[in-house]
């Protein structure tokens, strides 16, 4: 009897183990089996773009609040996996109507002809440390583009607990940008020891995805 007991309590927990681990592969693979890796749209409220730039001895911090972007990803089909980001430039928020009118002007970003930033990627490979990736790809300010290396941490996935059929997963990357290789305030006045050149970006993402 006790035996018998032991052995069914063995099934259930292979049965719970088979069950978590269909679950997490479900998150990137639908039902059928998929050609590509699955698409996941970015959750903008969810989500956030800040940026961190010196002036002088000080930093000063900002936001883009509007954006959109599109990832297709599975860490086992990194081969069709990619990402495509755009940014509303006129969105720049640094708490400071002045200094953000500054920004959005010639002197900076210059809106009015180039009123989008992006990026879209060219290869994702795997990093060193566990779920972090490097994304190779293109980065697009003002009518610059210049290759990048970005690299991203995956953070999970699992099934939307408040929607059908839906997954949810989240990513996080932190990288740093010269903004006078993109022309990004390159006069006299900004070329000195007043702005630095090097900007920290930190992006947050979640994600979404509907099984069709």
């Known amino acids: ?28 693979r639908p039902a059928h089996v998929a050609l590509e890796a699955p698409t996941w749209t970015v959750d903008a409220v969810h989500s956030s773009i800040s940026f961190e730039v010196r002036h002088f ?4 911090l900002g936001t883009f609040d509007k954006f959109e972007g599109t990832v297709k990803f599975d860490p086992e089909d990194l081969k069709t996996s990619s990402v495509e980001f755009s940014v509303d430039v006129s969105s720049v ?3 400071n109507e002045r ?3 500054h920004l959005k002007s010639a002197d900076f970003f210059d809106v009015e002809k180039w009123p989008t930033m992006s990026f879209k990627s060219t290869s994702i490979t795997k990093g060193e440390g566990e779920n972090e990736y490097i994304v190779k790809g293109n980065m697009t300010i003002r009518d610059v583009t210049k290759e990048m290396e970005i690299p991203v941490k995956f953070l999970g996935a699992m099934p939307h607990p408040m929607r059908k059929g839906a997954y949810v997963g ?3 990357t932190e990288f740093t940008i ?4 993109f022309g990004v305030g390159t006069g ?5 020891t007043v702005i630095g050149d090097e900007v920290k ?6 994600v979404n995805r509907q099984e069709s």
């Open 99 to 101: 200094r953000d009118n």
């Open 93 to 95: 928020n640094t708490k």
């Open 1 to 28: 009897m006790l035996k018998t007991k032991k052995m069914i309590m063995k099934k259930l927990m292979f049965s719970l183990i088979a069950l978590a681990v269909a679950g997490s592969f479900a998150a990137f």
């Open 57 to 60: 001895f000080s930093n000063v």
């Open 178 to 181: 010269n903004r006078t290789e």
């Open 188 to 192: 006299n006045w900004a070329a000195t």
């Open 201 to 206: 970006v930190r992006v947050n993402v979640e």
């Open 170 to 172: 989240g990513f996080t």
